[in-house]
């Protein structure tokens, strides 16, 4: 039981660009094989630039630089996940090094009012993802 939370918790970690828009929508995507709770945790890229769109106000030139980067993480992510050679450890180090990276080159995009949003709400999810039962998982 522990190993599945361990699991979400990382897949939050990757996908927690989008946690504001899973929750607003719980089941917009069904699980469909193998891994069914991470992948009913992980929101689509469109749900993830849609919501990062509203949070940020982000212009159309914008979103079409963004998106690119969060298809590359949502690939990456997928394939982290699936790789069963990694230790549980190793999943984790790669998934929280992926979403670093993410992040700063989705920063890139970002003016500095956007940034300043974006960190608040990076931090948001990170302190709401530390409260959730299974969320005491060490760094």
Do not use: Y
Not at 38 to 60: E, G, I, W, Y
Not at 112 to 137: I, L, T, Y
Request: proline fraction near 4%; aromatic fraction near 2%.
């Amino acid at each position: 039981m522990r190993q599945i939370k361990t699991i979400i918790f990382t897949a939050l970690c990757v996908l927690g660009l989008a946690a504001f828009a899973q929750q607003q929508n719980p089941s917009a995507q069904a699980p469909s094989s193998g891994d069914q709770a991470a992948r009913h945790m992980a929101p689509s890229v469109d749900d993830q630039l849609k919501s990062l769109t509203t949070q940020l106000n982000l212009t159309a030139d914008q979103q079409a630089k963004i998106k690119p980067l969060l298809e590359d993480q949502h690939q990456q992510a997928q394939s982290v996940m699936s790789d069963t050679s990694l230790s549980q450890d190793d999943r984790r180090s790669k998934m929280r090094s992926l979403h670093e990276s993410s992040n700063a080159k989705i920063r890139d995009v970002l003016n500095d009012d956007q940034k300043k949003k974006f960190d608040a709400w990076q931090q948001e999810m990170h302190d709401r993802m530390r409260q959730h039962p299974g969320g005491d998982v060490p760094k």
